[in-house]
Each structure stands twice: as C-alpha cells, then as structure tokens.
Nanobody
Framework: QVQLVESGGGLVQAGGSMRLSCAAS????????MGWFRQGPGKEREFVAA???????SYVDSVKGRFTASRDNAKNTIYLQMNSLKPEDTAVYYC?????????????????WGQGTQVTVSS
C-alpha cells in the first residue's frame, strides 16, 4: 500500500515557476514508477510526466523543455519543477504510483493516487 500527498500548488503568473512535491508512504517506494497527471477545467485527466526508479523520465510534448520530474528515494518524495508556466497549464495536478510498466503514460496502470493540488496560472 502506498499513500501519496501532493503539495506546492497555488497561483502564479504566466512565465513563472512552481515546484510540486509528492510525499509517499511505504517502504517499497523506490521500486515504484511514479507519474504526474493533470486535469484542467472541463478536460479529461492527462499524462504530464513519469519517472522510474532510476530517475529516467518521460514527458508529454506540451511540457517538454519546461517541466522536470525528479525523485529523492531517501525522502520518499518526487518533484515536478514547472518553469515558463502558461495559462493552459492550469489544472489540478496529481501524482500516482504503479509497478506495472516503466514510464507508463496510462492513468489506468497507476494503482495509487494523491488527492491533487491546484495550479492556477494567470495571464
């Protein structure tokens, strides 16, 4: 069982930066693949980034070069550094954990989810 708690959301102006954190419980955290997803107003939940146990990452095209996922296994925490934020990045951001497929972009493959944190980017 893994419990996830996101933090770090809030309001930022376009062009600004924000870092999200996701703290995980569970002794086997380091073996899980982790993902970041987001759901904007009136939109479906979409994949943002994934990071595997060794730190390899993948990103959706719309955030490549702007967002960076990282993890600290000693702290059972993953991060999403978001730079050059745009109004279209406004969404509730979720972290998730799975051990089915490395760097999976598919929400249905993630077994554990955090409660989400709101990110609002003003124009």
């Amino acid at each position: 069982q893994v419990q996830l708690v996101e933090s770090g959301g809030g309001l930022v102006q376009a062009g600004g930066s924000m870092r999200l954190s996701c703290a995980a419980s569970g002794r086997t955290f380091s073996s899980y693949g982790m993902g970041w997803f987001r759901q904007g107003p009136g939109k479906e939940r979409e994949f943002v980034a994934a990071i595997n146990w060794s730190g390899a990452t993948s990103y959706v095209d719309s955030v490549k070069g702007r967002f960076t996922a990282s993890r600290d296994n000693a702290k059972n925490t993953i991060y999403l550094q978001m730079n050059s934020l745009k109004p279209e990045d406004t969404a509730v951001y979720y972290c998730a954990a799975q051990n089915r497929r490395p760097l999976s972009p598919w929400a249905y493959e993630y077994d554990y989810w955090g409660q989400g944190t709101q990110v609002t980017v003003s124009s």
